[in-house]
T-cell receptor, first 110, second 114 residues
Framework: RKEVEQDPGPFNVPEGATVAFNCTYS??????FFWYRQDCRKEPKLLMS???SGNEDGRFTAQLNRASQYISLLIRDSKLSDSATYLC???????????FGTGTRLQVTL | DAGVIQSPRHEVTEMGQEVTLRCKPI?????LFWYRQTMMRGLELLIY????????DSGMPEDRFSAKMPNASFSTLKIQPSEPRDSAVYFC????????????FGPGTRLTVL
């Protein structure tokens, strides 16, 4: 089983739609959680950290369920510029090592 | 403020040749990471350094791969000899500290081994 698993997509949604991505992780000792965004042929960039109580940043909401080892990202009012691959990232607590999921691709269309 | 700098951006070489990838982390960052990204395996951590010292190289695929960090502003990843299966995008990233600090990625080196 992979350490971090994501649905690869692609998710094709119209502008203005709400879309949710899910991610599961296998190591119950994981301590830190993030969502990174990667545009086509570009480097990954941090989108947001994920906190136990859930957190929001504008149109983006991240949730963590430690009992189920499950992380989610909700994007409201999708924009064309949201089209990218979203990477679920977990730190297992072993120093600074991050484990990346293979990503979920989102395509927002007119 | 300059981000992480990598060179070259693209490298095409023939099987058996030595390849050297270079990285300059963000000034003041204590951690440096080398990743490899392929369609099949996604983004994989190869090795990381803290204060120029290699901490975990368990992701280095085999002895053909080696990495060094002679000072705080420079690191290299070397593949010798290269093989077609090494074709991938290699990213360097740096961060201020370990667990919760954001990792900032360079633009990557796209390596093609023929």
């Amino acid at each position: 089983r992979k350490e971090v698993e994501q649905d690869p997509g692609p998710f094709n949604v119209p502008e203005g739609a709400t879309v949710a991505f899910n991610c599961t992780y296998s190591n119950s000792a994981s301590q830190s959680f993030f969502w990174y965004r990667q545009d086509c042929r570009k480097e990954p960039k941090l989108l947001m950290s994920v906190y136990s109580s859930g957190n929001e940043d504008g149109r983006f909401t991240a949730q963590l369920n430690r009992a189920s080892q499950y992380i989610s990202l909700l994007i409201r009012d999708s924009k064309l510029s949201d089209s990218a691959t979203y990477l679920c990232v977990v730190n297992t607590g072993t120093a600074s090592k991050l484990t990346f999921g293979t990503g979920t691709r989102l395509q927002v269309t007119l | 403020d300059a981000g992480v700098i990598q060179s070259p951006r693209h490298e095409v070489t023939e099987m058996g040749q030595e390849v050297t990838l270079r990285c300059k982390p963000i000034s003041g960052h204590d951690y440096l990471f080398w990743y490899r990204q392929t369609m099949m395996r996604g983004l994989e951590l190869l090795i990381y350094f803290n204060n120029n010292v290699p901490i975990d190289d368990s992701g280095m695929p085999e002895d053909r791969f080696s990495a060094k960090m002679p000072n705080a502003s420079f690191s290299t990843l070397k593949i010798q000899p290269s093989e077609p299966r090494d074709s991938a995008v290699y990213f360097c990233a740096s961060s201020l500290d370990g667990r919760r600090a954001t990792q900032y990625f360079g633009p990557g080196t796209r390596l093609t081994v023929l």
